[in-house]
């Protein structure tokens, strides 16, 4: 069985340029997380899908961030314009609920670095 | 606040030999513990899954326990190899497991 698919999985991009990054889950897999990593630390949701909707979105900084989960499989995270300081990885997650826990499985990330 | 902290930051050891993280949470209500492995440019993946009731749980190598009155987890790593280097990160799922809480992780190198 495939796992969490990302790409791309690297991206330089100049600072106020927009970057877009794709990510798609395990088959079946209802609920899709945005993490944003940066070095040296746990990763930090940015928005959780259950199917289309966006049922938490709270830490995502919808000035310049958005993101997009068309027909509850595939998602893509958008920036734009990107800023220096969202240099980081971006991890997709997507889970499945079993014996009463959500289990979640993570994709490779995408590094982005803004110049 | 629901938070994770975790101890050390960063350890440095020999093949071979043993090694014990630690993880202290205040994430209330408590759903689950989890310990994930993420090696260098790959993404987290689970070790182990602890629920309140549970005190410890294998797999493999690596042991995690879990004490729930005092709210601290370990993970026990036994003869080291060099493909443990790698973080170890704790999450605690709160809110009936919609909810994920990371520890900031530690560095974990083996050496031969």
């Known amino acids: 069985e495939a796992g969490v698919v990302q790409s791309p999985r690297y991206k330089i991009i100049e600072k106020k340029q927009p970057v877009a990054f794709w990510c798609n889950p395990i088959?079946?897999?209802?609920?899709l997380y945005w993490y944003l990593q940066n070095l040296g630390q746990g990763p930090e949701l940015l928005i959780r899908?259950?199917?289309?909707?966006?049922?938490?979105d709270s830490q995502l900084p919808k000035d310049r961030f958005s993101a997009e989960r068309l027909k509850g499989v595939d998602s893509t995270l958008k920036i734009q314009p990107a800023e220096l300081g969202d240099s980081a990885v971006y991890l997709c997650?997507?889970?499945?609920?079993?014996?009463?826990?959500?289990?979640?499985?993570f994709g490779p990330g995408t590094r982005l670095t803004v110049l | 606040k629901n938070q994770v902290e975790q101890s050390p930051q960063s350890l440095i050891i020999l093949e071979g030999k043993n090694c014990t993280l630690q993880?202290?949470?205040?994430?209330?209500?408590?759903?689950?513990l989890r310990w994930y492995k993420q090696d260098t440019g790959r993404g987290p993946v689970s070790l182990t899954i602890m629920t309140f009731s549970e005190n410890t749980k294998s797999n493999g190598r690596y042991t995690a326990t879990l004490d729930a009155d005092t709210k601290q987890s370990s993970l026990h790593i036994t003869a080291s190899q060099l493909s443990d280097s790698a973080s170890y990160i704790c999450?605690?799922?709160?809110?009936?497991?919609?909810?994920?809480?990371f520890g900031p992780g530690t560095r974990l190198s083996v050496l031969p």
């Open positions: 997650a997507s889970s499945l609920e079993l014996a009463g826990y959500n289990e979640q499985f």
């Open positions: 993880c202290n949470y205040t994430v209330s209500p408590f759903s689950n």
């Open positions: 899908y259950e199917n289309e909707e966006a049922v938490d």
């Open positions: 088959s079946g897999h209802n609920t």
């Open positions: 999450v605690v799922s709160a809110n009936y497991g919609q909810n994920f809480v």
